[in-house]
């Protein structure tokens, strides 16, 4: 990071990295260090960086703007003077000093409007900067952007970098220092490294923050082996949390106890916080993940009121500040500056999940209305709702065994999408047969590319034979075998590397195994040919922009394909939309009028219509007022899931006017409804925050 700064040319920065990959880490620590070296210096020096810290949530949030709450970071909170902040900025540059506006978790920014809407902000405040040649540089971290968004701040000028993964002589150096120099740390450490190699969690131990998780679960337990999957590995982790802090949230109870002074209702209070604690949490890790920037303590004690009435809190005495104490001992929500906060967002979103999960009927049943909302979502869903849904199923799959058995059955049944969700819950350790095994691994050539990632985590030995057999042999079309040798060094490290060294170099181009150092810079990906064996979609998205009016006539049914078979992200969709009609303009009416007939299909599944309404409104004319009817149509539907209903009122609410207020009605009444389900219920709530805002 100090090479890439004190290079001036790199101009503004996007750094990304995966969940717990350390990009908070890094830019508190950066914030940190700079701020000494400006007090060390007096003020700064020749070329010194003046570091502004904040977050992407406070931004968002920000009831007055992004200019002006930047402009409180520099000046002060009281501060209520010039909202252009590159203009309040100049006035206090020191001397050959920069400005390092450091802006961290633009992907905590849950609400996708919001979350754009910083995003032009910033890209334009970029901009302007480097307009005026003024001395200010943005860093942005977040996780991993859509390939669209990056593209935003790759033409305000940012660089993209991300923060490489530990590699092996690093996760040894991590477990060096975590168990110290003196003995036993050295054997420890040790160890932990061959349990780990052991239990096939290379992958994982290169991610910080689950190779600290790793770390706590083996010293917890240093006689047990550790868990073989991400899952696993979080549940250790939170029994061993409940566990060391377990006396002390008893303690904290019983000396609560006293404070409700014999008042019954008091005592209910008490009593129920001790025996519904584990709700409460998932209660917050759900605000969590569905707001931006949530009051956790304003959200737990409003829940708790909801359950209890309002005799806690005229009842004992200081009742917030005890509950956000209580909450604390947890382990997993953080007291910091007057506000709580998860330890990590991952952590919230394991919780969220389980509560959602917890809402599911006992035994499965794909046709019941509760099943078929959270598998419409996890199956056609798209980005954090689909990924919280998935989650959902796997710890349900893991509290019912013999139901994670007939729901596997029933997914392998299905579609190359269903197949996927299924390749993900065998990976993660669902329970499962020989059988639901045999049954991916059938399928496994023609899945998508990331289903030979997921058969990479299985420990079972068919799929180990199965996998060094595509890598070794060149019967198999090259990009199998190159998917294959990835997916064995997950769990086989050394076995890849050695039919790795078997390629010649120009086979193995750009592909490398995991912990190789690669590039930071953007890897252009072509499109593979069919020859190839293995056809990206993604990998024409990447290149569209590349592509002459030529080009796009040339594929023009191939890129009608693509919008019509609802793959495809809404942005990349757009992309291709926009670009269809510009060059082929008859091919795009084609496309309309198809996706029409999908919207309209009744014996189709509500997702597939909802994609096929969404797309049309990009066509607009005529085919806006087609998806508005066949929207309408799905969000009036009884017989339909709320999810989809709901996805349904939120796309219609997104074209505005009176159709704001129709979403508005629809979704009044649902969470009004007794047979919503909760953590329904919240989805809904944060749908009409929405609509209002």
Known sequence: MDEILSSPEQGHLLVEAGPGGGKSTLMACLAGRLSQLLLQQRGGGEGSLIPVWTTASHLATAHDGVDLALSRLVYGRAYDGERRFTKAVGGLMPESSTWLIMVDGLDEVSAVGERALLTKRLTTLAEQTRADEARTRFVVASRPLHRLERTVFHRAGFSRWAVAPFDAGQVR????????????????????????????????????????????????????????????????????????????????????????????????????????????????????????????????????????????????????????????????????????????????????????????????????????????????????????????????????????????????????????????????????????????????????????????????????????????????????????????????????????????????????????????????????????????????????????????????TLFSELVCEGSLESAERSAVIYRLCEAAPEEGHRTAERLQGIAFSAQLDPWPRLDAAEALIEFGGSYLMAATAALTCIAENPHYAIPSRLAAAEYLGSLGGRHVDYAHRLLTHLAQQESTQPVQRMELCEALAQLQG
């Not at 120099?181 to 239990?199: K, S, T």
Request: proline content about 7%; hydrophobic content about 45%; overall charge negative.
């Open 173 to 556: 150096e991590f477990a060096a220092r975590w168990f110290g120099a003196e003995e036993p740390g050295p054997r420890q450490a040790q160890e932990l490294v061959r349990q780990a190699e052991l239990a096939g969690l290379q992958e994982l131990m290169a991610n910080p923050l689950l190779a600290a998780v790793a770390a706590a679960v083996f010293e917890a337990w240093p006689d047990r082996m550790l868990p073989a999957n991400q899952y696993a590995l979080y549940e250790q982790y939170r029994a061993y949390l409940m566990s060391a802090k377990g006396l002390q949230r008893e303690t904290y109870l019983s000396c609560l106890a006293p404070s409700a002074l014999r008042d019954p209702a008091a005592l209910d209070c008490v009593r129920f916080l001790r025996e519904r604690f584990d709700d409460l949490l998932r209660h917050l890790a759900l605000t969590t993940v569905t707001e931006t920037s949530p009051d956790l303590l304003h959200s737990a004690l409003s829940w708790l009121t909801e359950q209890l009435g309002p005799r806690a809190r005229t009842s004992i005495p200081g009742w917030g500040e005890q509950v956000a104490a209580l909450l604390t001992t947890s382990g997993l929500v953080l007291s910091s500056e007057g506000s709580l906060r998860f330890l990590h967002v991952s952590f919230a979103e394991h919780l969220a999940a389980e509560a959602q999960s917890l809402c599911l009927p006992a035994q499965f049943d794909p046709t019941s209305r509760e099943w078929a909302g959270v598998l419409e979502q996890a199956v056609f869903g798209k980005e954090a709702r689909a990924q919280t849904a998935r989650a959902a199923l796997l710890h349900f799959a893991h509290r019912h065994p013999l139901e994670s058995a007939r729901m596997l059955t029933w997914l392998q049944q299905g579609t190359d999408r269903h197949q996927q969700i299924a390749g993900f819950l065998l990976a993660e350790g669902s329970p499962a047969g020989p059988a639901h095994v045999a049954s991916f691994l059938d399928r496994l050539p023609s899945l998508p590319p990331d289903c030979w990632h997921m058969a990479g985590h299985f420990a079972d030995s068919s799929t180990h034979e199965m996998l060094r057999s595509y890598a070794r042999s060149s019967d198999h079309p090259k990009a199998l075998r190159l998917q294959a040798l990835a997916a064995l060094a997950i769990r086989h490290p050394g076995e890849a590397e050695e039919i790795r060294a078997c390629f010649a170099p120009h086979q193995l181009g750009g592909h490398g195994l995991p912990g190789a150092q690669t590039p930071s810079g953007e890897e252009t990906m072509l499109p593979l040919s069919v020859a190839d064996g293995c056809w990206e979609p993604s990998a024409l998205i990447t290149v569209l922009e590349q592509l002459t009016s030529e080009d796009v006539r040339a594929e023009a």
